[in-house]
């Protein structure tokens, strides 16, 4: 019988300590394990719990060590941090989370490690109810703490909104949200495909900003049911949905995905062409076509023609050729911090810099690659100024041939404020508002030459 515990620490400590994937590390844990649903949720649990709650773990891991632990007992610090999780944060009875502990403490290290773990433990265990926790200055830094995020963070987001909104933008990464998914409308329709999975017992809500989505509100997994198998819809963030319909290219037409993996943005904007055209789509990671090529053929989509390639050149190589282009770049990704708890311990503030003059030759490219006439959609799954809006800005001063978009009548269910955004071409999605991720999203049209 496998041993869920042991399959979360290993997953654990290749996020924490190699800098893994969570989602993919732990996607091929469970994969190769023949656990049980009850038992896959419950090693999920126990990942994404410890890392949204690190931070406050550590913290109490270290009061009670003697000393810190040493590089090479590394592994027995992931297991010290399993156990404080499920005894801080769940109603798992106590002494079953130490035997657990101890077991695995000896089977990857030796007595010590399980003389040490049994210590620690049962020592937190009999002063749980007097836990000394650090005083905070301000709300910011406490919230920082309790939810396991960095301290650049906070500093950006005050320094760039003001602190009132940087406390909003960091209290909703904390806020759990349903999943969401995208109907394939050239199997279905929204109401259908809803009716049909709450006759099945799933309970889903329509989206409020994308008529192709719906956000799944209580039942078994929705990827296990046949609706899923048989491609009437796929995993997408609503956010994301609304990229594509910014985009809203046409039957027939020739389009670019200029950083396409996986693959939502590509299947979306071929259900929008109604399965029609062409849409290249291009990524620089090689094993990450694959996944393009197998989102498009579960949905039934053959338009789709899938290349590993630098998004830097493909201005050079297709000069003015697209009727339109969706660059969704790759960014800091700071408003999807709520869902990917491993990028919190990767980012950092540097990052933010190196990214956006990444996302300034991608933009150079996108524009050359743009047919006269055409529509350009630049996006992002981050909420920080030089990504955006002075990405935006820069465009539209250094390419005077680009002109903003309106997209009031392409994104038309948002309040009047927003509308006045989408009259100029930009559109900012802020999770606390509008319950989604946090995105942004610009338009463009190139004008022909002189």
């Known amino acids: 019988m496998e041993n869920t515990r042991e399959i979360a620490a290993t997953t654990l400590y290749a996020i924490t300590e190699d800098g893994a994937y969570a989602n993919l590390t732990l996607g091929n844990a469970l994969r190769k394990s023949h656990l049980d649903q009850r038992d896959k949720s419950f090693v999920t649990n126990l990942v994404y719990g410890t890392l949204e709650h690190l931070c406050p773990i550590d913290y109490q891991v270290k009061q009670f060590l003697k000393k810190p632990v040493k590089k090479k007992d590394r592994f027995l610090m992931t ?56 005083v905070f200055q301000n709300r910011l830094d406490q919230i920082l703490f309790e939810q396991s995020l960095p301290q650049w963070l906070g500093d950006l987001w005050k320094r ?51 008529p192709h989505g719906f956000r799944w509100e209580s039942g078994e997994n929705p990827l296990t049911s046949l609706e899923y198998q048989e491609g009437y819809f796929t995993v997408q963030e609503e956010s994301s949905q609304l990229a594509s319909l910014a985009l809203a290219p046409n039957p027939g037409q020739t389009v670019l995905d200029l950083c396409a993996a996986p693959g939502g943005k590509s299947t979306h904007l071929a259900q929008l062409m109604e399965n029609r055209g062409l849409i290249m789509a291009g990524d620089i990671h090689p094993h990450k076509i694959a996944l393009i ?28 050729h697209f009727d339109a282009v969706l660059l969704d770049a790759p960014c800091s990704g700071l408003g999807v911090f709520a869902r990917r708890q491993d990028a919190r311990f990767r980012k950092d503030a540097a990052d933010i810099a190196t990214l956006a003059k990444v996302q300034w030759d991608l933009i150079g490219s996108a524009i050359k690659a743009l047919k006269p006439g055409g529509i350009l959609v630049y996006s992002t799954c981050t909420l920080t100024n030089e990504e955006n809006h002075q990405n935006r800005e820069k465009l539209l001063t250094e390419f005077p041939q680009m002109k903003p978009f309106d997209l009031s009548r392409r994104l038309p269910c948002f309040s009047q404020k927003e509308a006045a955004c989408l009259e100029k071409g930009y559109l900012e999605l802020l999770p606390y508002r509008h319950h989604t991720d946090g995105f942004y999203i610009s338009a463009y049209r190139k004008d022909p030459p002189q």
């Open 79 to 134: 297991l010290l941090r399993l156990g404080f999780f499920e005894l801080m944060y769940t109603s798992v009875p106590g002494r079953a989370v130490v035997n657990e502990i101890v077991k695995l403490a000896k089977k990857y290290g030796h007595q010590g490690w399980g003389n040490m773990a049994n210590g620690i433990l049962r020592n937190f265990l009999r002063q749980k109810n007097q836990l000394v926790w650090p």
């Open 293 to 320: 090529e197998e989102n498009a053929k579960r949905l039934a989509i053959d338009i789709i023609q899938a290349e590993v390639k630098d998004g830097r050149t493909w201005g050079e190589d297709f000069p003015n």
């Open 160 to 210: 760039e909104r003001g602190e009132e909104e940087a406390l909003l933008l960091l209290e909703s990464i904390g806020k759990s949200r349903p999943f969401t998914f995208r109907i394939n409308s050239l199997k279905t329709d929204r109401d259908h495909l809803m009716e049909r999975l709450e006759r099945e017992g799933y309970h889903v809500k329509p989206c409020l900003y994308s």
